[in-house]
């Protein structure tokens, strides 16, 4: 079992910045497959960002060049730095793991078994 916690959400204007922390407890002694998501009101949970086991990153259209996904081991932490925000990136943002990700659906919520409770990000225009 691992437990996900994030924070470093808040409500910034278009165009600014914001690094979302996602710690990791429980067992950790294996290593997991780690991914953002997020999820605006009304709409499907997406896949924003992933790190896999052999350290590749993945990250959803609407978000290359302006997101950087990033892991800390020793930390037990995944990162989020988020630049030049748009109103549409206005969601909740949550952290997922997993034992195994196939490269190919690493953006499917059913992917990964362990959630955390989300941090909110609000970008205004």
């Known amino acids: 079992q691992v437990q996900l916690q994030e924070s470093g959400g808040g409500s910034v204007q278009s165009g600014g910045s914001l690094r979302l922390s996602c710690v990791a407890s429980?067992?950790?002694?294996?290593?997991?497959?780690m991914a953002w998501f997020r999820q605006a009101p009304g709409k499907e949970r997406e896949g924003v960002a992933a790190i896999l086991h052999d350290g590749s990153a993945f990250y959803a259209d609407s978000v290359k060049g302006r997101f950087t996904v990033a892991q800390d081991n020793g930390k037990n932490t995944l990162y989020l730095q988020m630049n030049s925000l748009k109103p549409e990136d206005t969601a909740m943002y949550y952290c997922?793991?997993?034992?195994?990700?196939?490269?190919?659906?690493?953006?499917?919520?059913?992917?990964?078994?362990?959630w955390g409770q989300g941090t909110q990000v609000t970008v205004s225009s």
């Open positions: 997922g793991a997993s034992a195994y990700v196939p490269r190919s659906t690493w953006y499917r919520r059913e992917q990964y078994q362990y």
């Open positions: 429980g067992n950790t002694s294996s290593s997991y497959c």
